[in-house]
Structure formats: structure tokens, C-alpha cells
């Protein structure tokens, strides 16, 4: 057989837009998980590393003041440091 004959397989539908939504779904599930992999992985090297002052992009004080850029105590929410980011791309 030829490859023509194949592109006139009545099994075989020709229309991408039957393809498109259940593919996209599918990166869309596979996206989820790689991001909940990449945090997992950054929250546990990050916690694990020698870092002992990790760094908090932004936060809000008690009073509702805003504080950017600030080192924090290892352990807090939303602290990263270079060892979870790293990890976390990887």
C-alpha cells in the first residue's frame, strides 16, 4: 500500500478539529501535573537545603502594610530559595 491509499481510508477521519479538544485537554492534564511535580519538588529541596534565609518576594504584615523582597525564616510560605527554584524548573 501506498501512503494515498491511506489518506482515502474511510477508518481513518481526516478532520484535525476531532483531534483538537481532546489534545488540548491533554496538555492541559499534563500541565497540571508537572506544575503540582515542579512545587512538590521545589517545597521539598528548597525546605531540605542548607539555604537558612530564604527569600520572600512578597508578603503583608500584620497591619496590612506590604513588604517586598524580604529574607524570611526556612519553612514559611512562600519563601524560595535558589535550590527549590532550580528544582522546580529541572
Sequence with gaps: QTWTEYLYMPEVPLD???YFWPGLFMVGYLAHYACCNGDTW??????????KFPLLLFG???GGR??????V???TNG?????GTV???L
Excluded: C, D, H, N
Design 42 to 51: 521545589a517545597s521539598e529541596l528548597g525546605t531540605a537545603s542548607g539555604s
Design 16 to 18: 484535525p478539529s476531532l
Design 87 to 89: 528544582a522546580s524548573i
Design 66 to 71: 506590604p513588604i517586598f523582597f524580604s529574607r
Design 79 to 83: 519563601g524560595i530559595s535558589m535550590v
Design 73 to 75: 525564616p526556612r519553612g
Design 60 to 62: 503583608i504584615k500584620q
